[in-house]
């Protein structure tokens, strides 16, 4: 079965790409009529607003079962230098942060795929190398630090499949 992502021409699979790799871990799920997809905004209203030079942090619920496939983050974040913010996500149940330390969120940014769409400023997202599972309660922490000295507006999303 072939799956959207194995045919557009930034995902299909050439040597050394990563994408085409991590969409061949989610193409059994792709038509598996036991998941949706879903996208979830990893920070509340209140903590997307993130001070200069400041932190915020928010917990989102995901539902237990579901499988992490990816996160997106846009690439007007991005400044001279390549970022503006660092980002870190742990899974509170298992007490797992995804990364060794804090990431710039230009680590996450993944920018291509979305101009066989026609569409400007959007990127594709960063997948996961495989799906992680969503246990116990389903609590992530998500924790921003604001790199630059001017308010900044983050809205993270994550991708999810979701159990019917």
Known sequence: MVTPLQ???????????FDPLAIAELSPVAYDSCYRPKIIVGLDSEAQSVPANGYAEAVIKLL????VVGFLFGNEYTNED?????IQITDLELDHEFFSEPVSQSFLANQQGMATLGVDNVNYPN???????????GRFLFQIWNQTDSVLSVIPLVLTLEPK
């Open 127 to 137: 997948l996961l190398s495989s799906p992680y599972p969503v246990t116990g309660k």
């Open 7 to 17: 045919i557009d021409s930034y995902t299909r699979d050439l040597w050394g790409e």
């Open 82 to 86: 390549g970022y503006q913010f660092n």
């Open 64 to 67: 237990p079962g579901s499988l």
